[in-house]
């Protein structure tokens, strides 16, 4: 049978693998991530990004959306969609806004914070999400779904990052019991 679960350490791999495969390392994600969260929080450290985007792209709705993503452009390139919809996804045209969409998705998971950074992200466009614009516009490769994917989990992983620190902060105060709303689920948490 078709393996269809994999582990998070399968999970990661793999997605470093995609997102490798479409010029994306992990650092140009992390780089966003660090950009963006160093506005609003003071001394936040590269290495905790890195980390944040680690731990992301381990998570089995990140796996599923950043490999139906890829896909997706992949097979824009290869031609492989009929009817209107494949000049659409060639095209990249801005009113399409369904890799946007799973964009949105993917920063949910942490959140309207995660959502809002996402749209900052996709506004300005910093780093490798404008270089992939730039590429899928102009040249025969398509990153009409990765330049959001890449976005949101550099979002998501700069809103991970503030959430840390914040129970950090949180829990160095005696009085409060460490418990955080989030504990129920470590899986997108730890
Ligand atoms: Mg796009």
Known sequence: MAKLLFSREEMLKLNIETLESRGISVKDIAQI???QQSKFTKDIAYSD???SVEKILSLRDV???LQL???IDRM???KLFRGP???ILASDLGLFGIDELVGLSIAGLYGVIGQTNFGDIDVNKPGICQALNEVGKNSSACHTFMDDIVGAIAAAASTRVAQVMNENVANTD????SFTIYDYN????S
């Open 76 to 78: 824009t390139e290869e």
């Open 186 to 189: 470590d899986e997108i948490n």
């Open 69 to 71: 993503g890829a896909e």
């Open 85 to 87: 919809i494949q000049n």
């Open 174 to 177: 005696p009085r409060i019991k």
């Open 33 to 35: 991530a660090f950009k």
């Open 63 to 65: 796996f599923h959306h």
């Open 49 to 51: 990004c890195v980390d």
